[in-house]
């Protein structure tokens, strides 16, 4: 499986479903992103105003949370 581009954002807003919207360090675009299943299954929290790693997508507008910073 090949995984996305990692790079580094900042969380702007938590969403219903474990979704949330994270401005990306480098890009004016905020990105839609979910919780990667590790974190889910460690109840890994996240909150508006935290660093996290993300993997984007090819497109670019989607993403998955893969670590907090």
């Known amino acids: ?19 949330f919207r994270v401005k990306v360090n480098g890009l004016e675009d905020v990105v839609l992103c979910h919780l990667a299943g590790k974190m889910k299954i460690h109840n890994i929290r996240v909150l508006p105003g935290d660093t996290v790693l993300l993997e984007l997508s090819p ?11």
Do not use: C, F, N, S
Request: charged fraction near 35%.
């Open 1 to 19: 499986m090949d995984r996305g581009k990692a790079v580094e954002g900042k969380v702007v807003e938590a969403l219903p479903g474990l979704t």
């Open 59 to 69: 497109d670019g507008h989607r993403g998955r949370i893969v670590r907090r910073l």
